[in-house]
Nanobody, 125 residues
Framework: HVQLVESGGGSVQAGGTLTLSCVKS???????IAWFRQAPGKEREGVAT????????YYADSVKGRFTISEDDAKNTVYLQMNSLKLEDTAMYYC????????????????????WGQGTQVTVS
């Protein structure tokens, strides 16, 4: 079982920066970690995924060049640095861990992620 705890959300003005953190339970054997988000009235969407064993990262087109996902294995933590935030980035952000990596085609497919955190709210105004 993998436990995920997100933090770092908050309110920020457009153009500002936030860094989200996702702490994984120690000893977790996840193959990929992702950030998803869901805004009110909208479907959940994949934001970014990191595959540590392969060194791969994947991003939604809407955040490319602004967001960076990274992992600190020593701290069991995955980060999502968000720069140049826009109003449309407002959402609940969730960290998710997958026990298997299905390939780049499925980097944002939520059904392939096995464990989820409780979420952290990001509000851009």
């Amino acid at each position: 079982h993998v436990q995920l705890v997100e933090s770092g959300g908050g309110s920020v003005q457009a153009g500002g920066t936030l860094t989200l953190s996702c702490v994984k339970s120690s000893g977790s054997r996840s193959k990929c970690i992702a950030w998803f988000r869901q805004a009110p009235g909208k479907e959940r969407e994949g934001v970014a995924t990191v595959v540590p064993g392969l060194g791969g990262t994947y991003y939604a087109d809407s955040v490319k060049g602004r967001f960076t996902i990274s992992e600190d294995d020593a701290k069991n933590t995955v980060y999502l640095q968000m720069n140049s935030l826009k109003l449309e980035d407002t959402a609940m952000y969730y960290c998710a861990a997958g026990l298997k990596w299905y390939g780049s085609r499925w980097w944002s497919e939520s059904r392939y992620f096995d464990y989820w955190g409780q979420g952290t709210q990001v509000t851009v105004s």
